[in-house]
């Protein structure tokens, strides 16, 4: 592979004129790795190791693999840049990454993976005993735009066993994407163990049958659906990911979107309006009337669902949700209009926010942070809160401007549920089309932002919603090839203006990177189009037509 190929694209490259063009690694090939970057080590020697079949042993020699922390890489390109050197003229030296932390030497080794070609992604080698493996001599100097680099994989609507989970972990860490957003409970499903409330997943993990496509399809699939994580499996991923400098953000949805923990526990809910024992965990799509009580019981039930959840998590943020929370039981319910009174507050969204702010000082005295969809700007944004905003660009805006930190993930733009072409073509045509190029040509701080407001523009996330992905396959074909344009916006500094993006150069890089997918076993959309057999009828999809509302 050549350096040009390189996705994301990184910030500097550079090739010496002395230098003789390409070097290669061998079974004499050692693997040097300084106090810092130990962990590194292990997992090239696993990942690289299996797919080349080098031993890749302990020590120095004429070809090794030096691995280093630099504190001039960490002054130059922070924490979490690298500098990879590849340079054959120098007799002792084969490769050198240098990091401004180990997570900086850990992004080095996967451009040095990249650089192998895509046989360096397999699980076992597929070449020639003794085959040497190639380099090109180059420089590679790169460091991260944003240092939330994000997506979102909504487990509540379909389940995806823990082995998917950690799948999806290394797809991430090959594309230099360093947060995993886990959309854990919903409506549809409760999937965390959670121990002292065990109906949580006794009850609320499972529902008896599920809309099949879009809320809009008449379609039904009758089969039992649900799954859940036990305590072990989470701490499994968490440090999964934690090997791969990926950070897992767990999102406990409240108020809203909250009918499977009330199925498992009816005392939950706004009892003086519904019967809410008739409820079971909802099996269609949409926003659901079924929202939590404002009890003090309902606060002490889920502060002892998030001391387990901080207890498995050490993630700094904490999701709480906060999106798509109907007011109508709140305004129908004595006890919930009493429950104003007695505040002082002026309506439900006061009300809302007051759910919301309990909440936020309650993690910030454990030394969290909250973060929530944009709704909860709606009756004053709480104090120390940080906003996802996903309905457009506004409510990040006014976050950013208000001082706030903000990860922008706006739906027009970046959920990539939403079909990849126009046409019935795509398996389930829903949402704005977005395609890879609109995708590539998506730029997450806007241009309106004074400097000091567009620092608090913290990252950017592409988020995965479920509702219509009832597999791991469906779920690669929405979120590749995009997510590596994605990549590339949230990693590569000094990205031109999304009009002046190249997105033709981007598609030439991607003819090789669609090969490194290949030998990862992702089932991406193909560039020519859903073939014969990926295809389903248009019914089951409910379009959604327009433009995006511009930044």
């Avoid at 009832?470 to 990693?491: G, H, M, N, T």
Wanted: hydrophobic share 40%.
């Amino acid at each position: 592979m050549d350096a040009s190929d390189l996705i994301p694209a990184p910030r500097r490259t550079r090739c010496r004129a002395d230098s003789p063009g390409r070097l290669s690694l061998g079974e004499d090939t050692a693997l040097d790795a300084r106090p810092g970057t130990e962990g590194v080590a292990r997992l090239l020697r696993a990942s690289l190791g299996a797919a080349t079949g080098l031993p890749l042993a302990p020590g120095g020699g004429p070809r090794a693999i030096r691995l280093r922390i630099s504190a001039d890489v960490e002054r130059e390109y922070g924490p979490e840049g690298y500098r990879l050197s590849t340079d054959g003229s120098v007799e002792d030296v084969a490769v050198v990454i240098e990091g401004g932390g180990a997570a900086g030497v850990f992004w080095g080794a996967q451009t040095l993976r990249q650089l192998l070609g895509p046989d360096a992604y397999r699980k076992a080698p597929v070449g020639p005993p003794g085959r040497d493996w190639d380099l090109p001599c180059v420089t590679v100097e790169d460091g991260p735009r944003f240092p939330w680099r994000g997506l979102l994989l909504d487990v509540a609507r379909h389940f995806l066993p823990k082995d998917d989970v950690l799948r999806y972990v290394d797809l991430l860490a090959a594309h230099k994407l360093n947060v995993l957003h886990l959309h854990l409970t919903d409506d549809q499903g409760w999937r965390i163990e959670i121990e002292r409330h065990p109906r949580l997943t006794g009850v609320g993990a499972w529902r008896a049958r599920t809309k099949h496509g879009h809320r809009a399809s008449p379609l039904w699939n009758d089969t039992p659906h649900g799954g859940s994580y036990t305590h072990t499996d989470i701490r499994e991923i968490v440090a999964y990911a934690a090997e791969r400098h990926v950070r897992v953000v767990p999102e406990i949805d409240i108020p809203g979107h909250a009918q499977a923990a009330i199925a498992a526990y009816p005392h939950l809910g706004n009892t003086d309006v519904i019967d809410t024992a008739a409820l079971g965990v909802w099996d269609t799509w949409g926003v659901n009337p079924n929202v939590l009580a404002p009890t003090d019981t309902t606060l002490r039930f889920f502060e002892g669902v998030l001391e387990e959840v901080l207890d498995l998590f050490p993630s700094p943020f904490v999701h709480l949700g906060g999106d798509e929370c109907p007011k109508d039981q709140w305004k129908a319910s004595p006890a919930a209009q009493a429950r104003i009174a007695e505040l002082g507050l002026a309506d439900e969204d006061e009300l809302q926010s007051w759910f919301v702010r309990h909440f936020d000082r309650w993690l910030a005295e454990r030394g969290r942070r909250l973060i929530g969809w944009d709704e909860i700007l709606e009756g004053g944004l709480a104090p120390g809160a940080a906003v996802s905003s996903w309905r457009g660009y506004a409510g990040g805006i006014a976050a950013a401007e208000a001082g706030h930190d903000v990860v922008m993930c706006p739906e027009q733009h970046v959920y990539l549920d939403h079909r990849q072409a126009p046409g019935d073509d795509e398996p389930v045509p829903i949402g704005f089309v977005r395609t890879l190029e609109d995708v590539y040509r998506f730029e997450p701080v806007p241009p309106q932002l004074s400097p000091e407001a567009a620092a608090h523009v913290i990252g950017t996330q592409a988020n995965a919603w479920t509702e219509v992905m009832d597999s791991r396959s469906r779920v690669d074909y929405q979120v590749f090839p995009r997510l590596a344009a994605f990549a590339e916006v949230a990693w590569s500094r000094g990205l031109p203006s999304p009009a002046e993006r190249d997105f033709a150069d981007f598609e030439r890089r991607m003819a090789a990177h669609y090969a490194r997918l290949d030998a990862l076993g992702v089932d991406y959309r193909p560039p020519g189009g859903p073939l014969p057999w990926q295809r389903r009828p248009g019914v089951i999809g409910r379009p959604v037509e327009g433009p995006p509302p511009n930044v």
